[in-house]
């Protein structure tokens, strides 16, 4: 294997034997479909890796069906995915860590390394970030995909291509527990039982929260919550004029003051029944970007300092989650619910899984 | 003296303590005002210097404030200073005829909060002129020792007087973390959003830009030290125009913002126009539900942060004010004495705001 020169110009044009590299490419509203996908060369500190598994994500769905999300708009053809994990194939002649053949987990993100945020590191939030599936950067729902070798974590043994492919979203409620500090003496309530607000009630617990309350619209999305560990459920409505009530009912559940609520679903609703259930005192994350402008009882909660935190994506994740995952502190297996297979007719059928909601949790391709 | 326990109902020299009582809308009338016991670790305090708050004002012109309604006649005031005229007999740190300020809120010292430090936010706290608690616009009260803090001499009572609604400030600085690398913008040029820009230069900040709708204010905030003000609309549609100029003021990011307002308008600027990763701090009161844009402050890691009162500030303030670092004196716009008619003036001054910053009682 060669000290992982240049793959030469368009992956169309096949090296002697080697498949053309396909990738799935969002191309309009509905639509996507499995083309070439020609790599970029490969750079002194890039790795080059074949994708084993990648999972569907809700932002994906959001592209999928509107060709935008929140500012960012799908002008041009984009592969699409950014949950994933493979096999090293490749090295750049500077990668020292990693050698073909490891089994790596990718954070997506590339950010400029030169902004006050990223030198801060709060490299999250850098105006320049070039992050998997967010346009006009492609995304890795492809054979293969060229990365930076320090945003590719080797797995340990014990921990499956699949379970590596969760880690990205698993990083979400990793660095909003972090925000919010979670701890041995926080009892949480999670606003939202879909997948992040599952994976947020894992990590809280991994991060030794001893009590947590989860709540939800949606009875099956509830018991697969009991099932993964949390202490109470409530089932919610979706009607504002409920929040008093429903609070009661939280507080009942929670048998002790709610030090931090993470709003995973992040409407006026769940906002609104957070901001009032927290604490004086307490934290509330938003995590969920279900509306834009909020209209909230901001007030009454800013008088009692409870505070209100953001979450944007994670940072410096990935080590601590694979900890979590392979420690077994957390499980995510059970959050994959459906698998299907790299093929037009099945990456179709995925899409349309994941966006149907109801017992699809993670949907993950297996390449 | 031992500080007995006595029933005051007349005072030694014959005369009763009088107050000004809140017993209905716009009507205060000054009234007897029996205080209760002396316990063995509190002070009686002739009080000298007492300020107008607003959250005063809103009381006096509703008989509530918040969820916090005057069922029955009260004693209106809080920010206040005086001179110690007997003490308690357990009390060590305070002599008859020491120059005090006062911190107004006593907490239950007991409950979780308390221990936690965050006595402010104490379920059962018990804060002059917050009904059902009198509030001490009076010749004298008692009060606890531990919440009396002994002015230097070259801090006149009314700068102690001055140091409860500089706590508001000080306490945000705290919570915001303002220091010299946060660059602060202060939506609202009023009492608080002036206290806070002397407070945030006290803590170091390197640029301040203040804004306002009353351009009086704002040049009361240039002759206070502010580096740039600019004049705002009240029209929710001038936000994103407003925005940019504001950023383009401060000249880099704005690391901080403090809402002394509270309203859709103002908190909408904040959050749009500070940086990413920083903070808003929320210190004014004006609106209970506020439809704001929350989401995409929060997608680029801005916090809010609530304010409410304070804890522990007072030795700070007394500090800054008698090194300088603070002077709180230009504040201070309109006098009055302790009479119905005095009363009724200055609360009608405060009401009106604009030239009226700090209308201050001396008794």
Not at chain 2, 171 to 184: L, M, Q
Not at chain 2, 257 to 265: M, T
Not at chain 2, 278 to 287: D, F, R, S, T, Y
Request: glycine share 10%; net charge negative.
């Amino acid at each position: 294997m060669g000290k992982g020169g240049m793959s030469h110009g368009s992956a169309g044009e096949a090296k002697d034997g080697e498949e053309e590299n396909m990738a799935a490419w969002l191309l309009g509203i509905n639509t996507l479909k499995i083309q070439p996908f020609k790599l970029p060369p490969l750079g002194p500190h890039d790795v080059k890796i074949r994708m084993k598994a990648v999972g569907i994500c809700g932002s994906d769905v959001h592209y999928l069906k509107t060709m935008r999300c929140a500012d960012f708009i799908v002008k041009e053809p984009m592969v699409i995915g950014h949950e994933c994990a493979g096999i090293i194939e490749e090295v750049g002649s500077e990668v020292k860590k990693l050698v073909p053949g490891d089994r790596v987990a990718l954070e997506p993100g590339i950010s400029c390394w030169r902004c006050n945020l990223c030198k801060e590191g709060r490299y999250n939030l850098c105006p320049e970030m070039k992050f998997f599936a967010t346009p006009p950067v492609h995304g890795s729902l492809a054979n293969q995909v060229v990365h930076p070798a320090d945003l590719c974590f080797k797995l340990p043994d014990s921990v499956s291509l699949e379970e590596g492919a969760m880690c990205e979203p698993l990083s979400v409620g990793v660095h909003a527990c972090r925000r919010a500090n979670i701890g041995p003496e926080t009892n949480v309530l999670v606003m939202g039982a879909g997948p992040i607000g599952l994976v947020t009630m894992l990590a809280a617990r991994a991060f030794g929260a001893p009590r947590i309350v989860i709540v939800d619209v949606d009875d099956h999305r509830l018991s697969v919550a009991k099932e993964l560990g949390a202490d109470d459920i409530v089932k919610v409505s979706t009607n504002i004029q409920d929040v008093a009530e429903e609070v009661s009912q939280i507080h009942k559940a929670m048998e002790a003051g709610i030090d931090v609520t993470f709003d995973c679903a992040g409407f006026n609703k769940t906002m609104s029944t957070a901001l009032s259930a927290t604490r004086a005192g307490g934290k509330v994350c938003l995590v969920g970007m279900g509306h834009s402008e909020m209209t909230v009882p901001l007030t009454p909660a800013a008088a009692r300092e409870v505070d209100v935190v953001g979450i944007f994506r994670y940072k410096n994740t990935w080590p601590l989650c694979l900890e979590f995952i392979s420690s077994g502190k957390i499980d995510v297996k059970p959050l994959i619910t459906h698998r299907f297979g790299f093929s037009q007719k099945e990456v179709e059928e995925a899409f349309e899984t994941s966006a149907g909601g109801g017992n699809a949790i993670k949907v993950m391709f297996n390449l | 003296m031992s500080g007995g326990i006595v029933e005051v109902k007349e005072h030694k020299d014959g005369e009763e303590n009088m107050a000004a009582w809140l017993v209905g809308i716009k009507t205060l009338k000054i009234e007897p005002y029996h205080l209760p016991p002396l316990g063995p670790h509190d002070v009686k305090v002739q009080i000298k210097a007492l300020g107008i708050c607003g959250s005063d004002v809103h009381h006096f012109k509703n008989m509530r404030c918040a969820n916090f309604i005057v069922k029955k006649p009260m004693v209106i005031g809080h920010e206040c200073a005086g001179i110690i005229e007997e003490v308690g007999s357990e009390v060590k740190t305070l002599a008859v005829g020491d120059r005090v300020a006062l911190e107004p809120g006593i907490s239950c010292r007991r409950c979780n909060l308390c221990k936690d430090g965050r006595y402010n936010l104490c379920p059962e706290m018990k804060f002059f002129g917050s009904p059902p608690t009198n509030g001490s616009l009076a010749n004298k009260v008692v009060h606890p020792e531990y919440l009396c803090f002994k002015l230097p001499d070259n801090v006149s009572l009314e700068e102690g007087a001055m140091c409860e609604p500089l706590s508001v400030g000080v306490h945000a600085c705290r919570r915001a973390n303002i220091s010299p690398e946060t660059n602060v913008l202060i939506v609202g040029a009023g009492p608080i959003g002036l206290i806070v820009l002397l407070a945030a230069r006290a803590f170091g900040a390197p640029r301040i830009v203040i804004v306002d709708v009353d351009d009086c204010r704002l040049s009361i905030a240039k002759n206070l030290g502010a580096d740039e003000t600019i004049q705002v609309s009240t029209n929710i549609q001038d936000v994103g125009e407003e925005v940019v100029i504001l950023q383009s003021a401060m000249g880099s990011g704005i690391d901080v913002s403090f809402d002394c307002v509270g309203l859709n308008k103002t908190m909408s600027t904040a959050l749009n126009a500070t940086r990413s990763g920083g903070k808003v701090c929320l210190i004014g009161l004006a609106q209970s539900e506020t439809t704001v844009p929350l989401t995409p402050a929060a997608v680029r890691e801005v916090d809010v942060i609530g304010i409410f009162r304070y804890r522990n500030t007072w030795p700070l303030c007394i500090e800054l004010l008698k090194t300088g670092k603070i002077d709180v004196k230009p504040l201070i716009t309109h006098r009055f004495g302790f009479s119905q008619k005095g009363v009724e003036d200055a609360f009608e001054t405060s009401a009106s705001g604009r030239s009226a910053i700090k209308v201050m009682f001396n008794l």
